[in-house]
């Protein structure tokens, strides 16, 4: 009966939630060797990636100069670069800017070039 119960209660679109496309909400940013860790309001910077198009339309309402919020509002072509010599097998590139390795987890994606000492990007839906 249990399994039954638990059985009924998955999740059929978790499929869907572990994509890349769709709209997110930037709410942190870490990293280099100067050591940022940079929080946002969720909703203050938004990124839409569409595969269709291969474009990522940002909304960027940070008004605060000092925080580096990675992309001003517009819209960027984006592609995926894949090969064996990446960690990751799989990075995303935004704007021709090779922003790392991603992972999507339910909620949220991590963009990550942290091994190059880069930034940590940490987007939720």
């Known amino acids: 009966m249990v399994s ?4 009924g209660c998955s999740n059929d679109n978790s499929t869907e939630n ?4 769709g709209q997110w909400k930037l709410v942190n940013i870490t990293g280099t060797i100067a050591g940022i860790n940079h929080n946002f309001a969720q909703g203050e910077i938004i990124w839409d990636i569409n595969p269709i198009t291969q474009t990522v339309t940002v909304v960027n309402n940070n008004s605060n100069d000092s925080l ?3 992309l ?14 990446l960690p990751c097998g799989e990075s995303i590139v ?3 800017i090779d922003l790392g390795c991603y992972t999507v987890n339910n909620q949220t994606l991590i963009i990550d070039q942290s091994i190059a000492d880069g930034f940590k990007i940490t987007l939720v839906r």
Do not use: R, S
């Not at 039954?4 to 059985?7: H, S």
């Not at 001003?72 to 010599?85: I, L």
């Open 94 to 96: 935004i704007n021709n």
């Open 4 to 7: 039954l119960l638990l059985a």
């Open 18 to 21: 572990n994509t890349i496309d």
């Open 72 to 85: 001003e509002t517009g819209v960027y072509n984006y592609h995926h670069d894949n090969g064996p010599e």
């Open 68 to 70: 580096f919020d990675i």
